[in-house]
T-cell receptor
Framework: GEDVEQSLFLSVREGDSSVINCTYT??????LYWYKQEPGAGLQLLTY?????DMKQDQRLTVLLNKKDKHLSLRIADTQTGDSAIYFC???????????FGSGTRLSIRP | GAGVSQSPSNKVTEKGKDVELRCDPI?????LYWYRQRLGQGLEFLIY????????KSGLPSDRFSAERTGESVSTLTIQRTQQEDSAVYLC??????????FGSGTRLTVV
């Protein structure tokens, strides 16, 4: 069946880069997403990548996709305290299908 | 409105009572989804509406859960005879073909 897995916790020093990793099992995934959830708030779409792409960069965010290994990563450059949140990896077949989410990675920033 | 609106934002109910949660999607978004997020866990798919097609109810955990949507507008998620394990944040999202998903802020349900 469909499954998305992430590590639960990541701690980085302020100013360093954060790399959050995700693996998925569904080889027919078309869209892969990263969502951010701050405490007490809903989910915010950070970025997404199509399965025919290897990389997407958006300001401090870089998404890398290894389709062969079904591995997705999110790199946050120059991590700031405002980046503290839970980051969810998600995949879907089309932009109008249900999304399968990972359990989320809690990113904490230390001074 | 500009975003997905959910109400109430918080609901405390007694075990065994019924609750109804509401979601107002973004105008024009044909697809609407309900997810559940238990404390410290990831998102669990519940149900998906797409236009006038039959909804995908494959994620509803029991027959105590039901959802309705009128056309492409408001949706309500109803939980009958609530149990303590129903305590969670219930998130609604909407989307339109070719766009991303927009989530509401959720309804935090606490069953006591």
């Amino acid at each position: 069946g469909e499954d998305v897995e992430q590590s639960l916790f990541l701690s980085v020093r302020e100013g360093d880069s954060s790399v959050i990793n995700c693996t998925y099992t569904d080889s027919s995934s078309t869209y892969l997403y990263w969502y951010k959830q701050e405490p007490g708030a809903g989910l915010q779409l950070l970025t997404y990548i199509f399965s025919n792409m290897d990389m997407k960069q958006d300001q401090r965010l870089t998404v890398l996709l290894n389709k062969k290994d079904k591995h997705l990563s999110l790199r946050i450059a120059d991590t700031q305290t405002g980046d503290s949140a839970i980051y969810f990896c998600a995949e879907t077949h089309s932009s109008a299908s249900k999304i399968i989410f990972g359990s989320g990675t809690r990113l904490s920033i230390r001074p | 409105g500009a975003g997905v609106s959910q109400s109430p934002s918080n609901k405390v109910t007694e075990k065994g009572k019924d609750v109804e949660l509401r979601c107002d999607p973004i105008s024009g978004h044909t697809a609407l989804y309900w997810y559940r997020q238990r404390l410290g866990q990831g998102l669990e798919f519940l149900i998906y509406f797409q236009g006038n097609s039959a909804p995908d109810k494959s994620g509803l955990p029991s027959d105590r859960f039901s959802a309705e949507r009128t056309g492409e507008s408001v949706s309500t998620l109803t939980i009958q005879r609530t149990q303590q394990e129903d305590s969670a944040v219930y998130l609604c999202a909407s989307s339109m073909e070719g766009t991303g998903y927009t989530f509401g802020s959720g309804t935090r349900l606490t069953v006591v």
